[in-house]
């Protein structure tokens, strides 16, 4: 114990510690200022005055974490991961109101405010040690100076005493202050571990949707390609040989091609399920084709300012077939209505019909199955079906789920 403190005036662990805490001042500097004026701003923003600015300096703030992660890592070894971005917007408002809703930005404001005051005292810290080691060694330099200059020997022990007390307690206090300073890190720069882990598992859970999205395309496209056309192609061959062969053979061809024909529409209906191919020209044109397939009248307006993605999409397109499905077999409706529009960062369908009303989830009309493809991309469906009509289902989804 006694060795430790006499070694920590020396010791590389303290200098790396008043190294990182000189280099981050020069960093605390700009991001302080940034910080007053974020507070200044958020002020004036009850007068809508600093709003702008607020969102400006929160905005800017995020990165916080960047900058002060580098010379950390270097000298000290720290590392963190950076904050989740913020993703896409629709329009400017929105964006601002996401950038003014995040809590990354505002902690970071917090740790800008306090880092100034701790890399300047941490500074101030490490100039001591350096005087008191100098006042320590100052018997040395006074003989050397007496031996070679002629000087008068004069030795200040009382000098001596402090500046050995300084050196061997200012140390201690610079690793205090580090210590503080990590514990800032971890309070207020580093992502929260729980939403850190959602968000790790939410991207893992995106990209298994892509992917599965794109082997189901892939499916489609041989089966539509390969399949498809061998089956055509046999069809054909039989048409062929039925020409050329006899009346005890033919009827044994004409079955032969009613099976094939047959197994090409229980392919195409397949094909349908996994990818609708009206779907490769966007939601908005596969929403026109179901609306124009459908025999009650369907006023279809869709609103969006995006592309969802293809899991989203595929979501929304069956939920339409399916519901307009139901209206055509159980609502006795006259019309329907169908509404797609953004919100934020999510969409909404609604599909509203003037028919007889009473659907429920889990009788047998297929909403059971859409709450739970909802519920399967982190969205709700809710339905409104008082007896008697008219009935509204509305189902919300993310729009990168």
């Not at 958020?42 to 580098?70: E, I, K, M, Q």
């Not at 005051?117 to 350096?130: E, R």
């Not at 609103?303 to 929304?316: E, F, H, I, K, T």
């Not at 609502?331 to 009473?358: C, K, M, N, Y």
Request: overall charge positive; some cysteine.
């Amino acid at each position: 114990m006694v060795l430790r403190i006499l070694r920590a005036p020396v010791e590389a662990r303290t200098w790396r510690a008043v190294g990182y805490a000189l280099t981050s001042l020069f960093l605390a500097l700009p991001l302080f200022a940034l910080a007053v004026l974020g507070l200044l701003a958020s002020v004036l923003s009850v007068l809508t005055v600093g709003l702008p600015f607020l969102v400006a300096v929160l905005f800017l703030l995020r990165g916080t974490a960047r900058w002060v992660r580098a010379p950390a890592r270097s000298l000290l070894g720290w590392d963190w991961p950076a904050p989740q971005p913020l993703g896409r917007r629709s329009n400017p408002v929105r964006w601002a109101t996401a950038v003014l809703r995040d809590p990354t930005g505002w902690r970071a404001l917090g740790y800008c405010l306090l880092k100034l005051p701790l890399a300047v005292i941490t500074v101030y810290l490490g100039v001591f040690i350096l005087v008191g080691l100098a006042a320590v060694t100052s018997p040395a330099w006074w003989s050397f100076a007496h031996e070679t200059l002629g000087a008068p020997q004069e030795i200040a022990w009382s000098t001596v005493a402090i500046g050995a007390s300084c050196a061997l307690i200012c140390p201690w206090l610079v690793r205090l202050c580090t210590a503080l300073d990590r514990v800032l890190i971890r309070a207020l720069l580093e992502p929260d571990p729980a939403r850190a882990r959602i968000a790790q598992l939410e991207a893992g859970r995106a990209a298994l949707q892509a992917d599965a999205a794109a082997v189901l395309r892939r499916v489609e496209r041989d089966l539509h390609d390969g399949t498809q056309a061998r089956l055509v192609a046999l069809a054909v061959s039989l048409s062929r040989i039925e020409r050329r062969t006899g009346d005890e053979v033919r009827p044994l061809v004409r079955d032969a091609q009613d099976n094939i024909t047959e197994a090409l529409a229980e392919l195409r209906d397949i094909i349908r399920t996994i990818h609708p191919p009206a779907l490769d020209d966007g939601l908005p044109t596969a929403l026109q084709t179901l609306a124009a397939r459908s025999p009650v009248p369907v006023d279809l307006r869709v609103d969006l300012a995006g592309r969802p993605s293809d899991a989203v999409a595929s979501a929304l397109y069956f939920s339409v077939a399916e519901l307009l499905t139901n209206v055509a077999r159980h609502a006795r409706a006259g019309r329907v209505s169908v509404a797609l529009d953004e919100h934020d960062h999510t969409v909404r369908l609604s599909v509203r019909d003037d028919g007889r009303g009473g659907a429920r989830p889990g009788d047998g009309s297929g909403l059971a199955g859409l709450t739970r493809r909802a519920t399967a991309l982190d969205g709700s469906l809710t339905v409104d079906s008082p007896a008697g009509g008219p009935t509204t289902i509305t189902l919300t989804l993310p729009k990168e789920s």
